[in-house]
């Protein structure tokens, strides 16, 4: 565990409670985020947790950035600080240079991207934060094969979206566009390493998320009364909130699992099986906590659904559950032979999968 972890989550925690309300978090759904947290982020050195000393960061890991994005999520932070860290940790894993300015990425399923002489051609939606961010980072395809590349998102032609969140999930159009930087060719290996480390930022995202929410159903049942008492009172509502209790404590120890294993380097499917579990989690959390607000939850005037949203939203972004079931499913059957305990519990060496290169 990294001795600077306990510090940073503090620090971090510290600022979202002060800066971060549901007014700011609503300006989102207007079109707007918050440029002077961003700025706070930056100040303080959050921004370059994760980035190498040689490349001016703090040489912190990834543990330290996964716990920053997890309180982000916990405090639905108006901020593209997930996208533009995740960026830069990627144009470090596949030796590029990293960038300072606000960035996000797009690691499109399909070949939405071509590159022909250093050129981008093609066409992305679901974009997080297009429209707010100056850089991208992404998957282009060439004759050789996939690449990472860097590109100026003043060339992209820019189309708003938002998800069920009302986060910017924009499209961008390039027709011909200069890349900033283009990675070696990906080998499948780093492809996967790629996909992995994406779902683990989302599961920080959507761990944060389920925290939250949990905290909020339990004060709810604390204030709200009824029949002269606190709800919280009544067996049906306790059952309830031991329940989302317990859905709670699973996904921190997921996400715990998750960023051991990274940390550790350890080749082995936590990342799968935790998204493979999310689902079920996120589908009991937020039915509960809605169960338990009743109508309110569901009101504008109530921050329950700021969360339940991105839930919901974050969900269905990146690598989904059925595919990292169809993985797990692919190497049991591949792998496991004649003894499926054996191969579960033979997990133990080391892979080069999230060592940074250069």
Same mark, same amino acid.
């Given at each position: 565990?990294?001795? +600077?972890?306990?510090?940073? !989550?503090?620090?971090?925690?510290? +600022? *979202?409670?002060?800066?971060?309300?549901?007014? @700011?978090?609503?300006?989102?759904?207007?079109?707007?985020?918050?440029?002077? &947290?961003?700025?706070?982020?930056?100040?303080n050195?959050m921004?370059?947790?994760?980035?190498?000393?040689?490349?001016?960061?703090?040489?912190?890991?990834?543990?330290? &950035? @996964?716990?920053?994005?997890?309180?982000?999520g916990?405090?639905?932070?108006?901020?593209?600080?997930?996208?533009?860290t995740?960026? =830069?940790?990627?144009?470090?894993?596949?030796?590029?240079?990293?960038?300072?300015? &606000?960035?996000?990425? +797009? @690691?499109?399923?399909?070949?939405?991207? #071509?590159?022909?002489?250093?050129? @981008?051609?093609?066409? /992305?939606? %679901?974009?997080?934060? /297009?429209?707010?961010?100056?850089? *991208?980072?992404?998957?282009?395809?060439?004759?050789?094969? #996939?690449?990472?590349?860097?590109?100026?998102?003043?060339? $992209?032609?820019?189309?708003?979206?938002?998800?069920?969140a009302?986060?910017?999930?924009?499209?961008?159009?390039?027709?011909?566009a200069? !890349?900033?930087?283009?990675?070696?060719?990906?080998?499948?290996?780093?492809?996967h390493?790629?996909?992995? *480390?994406?779902?683990?930022?989302?599961? /920080?995202?959507?761990?944060?998320?389920?925290?939250?929410?949990?905290?909020?159903t339990?004060q709810?049942?604390?204030?709200?009364?009824?029949?002269?008492?606190?709800?919280?009172?009544?067996?049906?509502?306790?059952?309830?909130? !031991?329940?989302?209790?317990?859905?709670?404590?699973?996904?921190?120890?997921?996400?715990? =699992?998750?960023?051991?294993?990274?940390?550790?380097?350890?080749?082995n499917?936590?990342?799968?099986? /935790?998204?493979?579990?999310?689902?079920?989690?996120?589908?009991t !959390?937020?039915?509960i906590?809605?169960?338990?607000? $009743?109508?309110?939850?569901?009101?504008?005037?109530?921050?329950?659904?700021?969360?339940?949203?991105?839930?919901?939203?974050?969900?269905?972004?990146?690598?989904?559950?059925?595919?990292?079931?169809?993985?797990?499913? #692919? %190497?049991l059957?591949?792998?496991?032979?004649?003894?499926?305990?054996?191969?579960?519990?033979?997990?133990?060496?080391?892979?080069?999968?999230?060592?940074?290169?250069?």
């Open positions: 565990m990294s001795e +600077m972890k306990d510090m940073i !989550v503090d620090v971090v925690e510290r +600022m *979202l409670k002060e800066k971060v309300d549901k007014d @700011l978090v609503d300006t989102v759904e207007q079109g707007n985020w918050a440029p002077e &947290l961003w700025d706070l982020f930056k100040e050195g921004t370059a947790v994760a980035i190498t000393e040689e490349n001016g960061g703090a040489g912190g890991d990834i543990e330290d &950035l @996964l716990n920053i994005v997890r309180l982000t916990k405090y639905a932070a108006p901020i593209p600080f997930a996208e533009t995740f960026a =830069n940790y990627l144009l470090e894993f596949t030796s590029l240079q990293v960038i300072e300015d &606000l960035a996000t990425y +797009m @690691l499109c399923p399909n070949q939405a991207f #071509t590159l022909e002489n250093g050129k @981008l051609t093609g066409e /992305a939606i %679901q974009i997080p934060w /297009a429209r707010h961010t100056k850089h *991208l980072v992404t998957l282009a395809h060439s004759l050789e094969g #996939t690449h990472l590349v860097e590109i100026d998102l003043s060339q $992209a032609e820019i189309k708003h979206g938002t998800n069920l009302g986060e910017p999930r924009d499209t961008a159009i390039f027709h011909h200069n !890349v900033s930087q283009v990675s070696a060719v990906l080998s499948p290996d780093k492809m390493a790629i996909t992995t *480390l994406n779902t683990a930022f989302q599961l /920080a995202l959507m761990t944060g998320a389920i925290d939250k929410i949990n905290d909020l339990v709810y049942t604390k204030e709200r009364e009824q029949f002269g008492r606190p709800i919280h009172r009544f067996q049906l509502v306790q059952q309830h909130i !031991v329940h989302l209790a317990g859905e709670t404590a699973i996904a921190l120890a997921a996400f715990n =699992n998750v960023t051991e294993a990274l940390q550790m380097n350890k080749q499917s936590e990342v799968a099986y /935790a998204r493979i579990r999310f689902e079920e989690i996120i589908q !959390v937020t039915t906590a809605h169960q338990v607000h $009743a109508a309110i939850g569901t009101t504008h005037e109530h921050s329950l659904h700021q969360f339940t949203r991105r839930l919901w939203s974050w969900r269905d972004e990146g690598a989904s559950t059925s595919s990292w079931t169809n993985l797990v499913a #692919t %190497q059957l591949e792998n496991s032979g004649d003894s499926l305990w054996g191969y579960l519990t033979s997990f133990s060496s080391s892979s080069p999968l999230l060592k940074v290169e250069g």
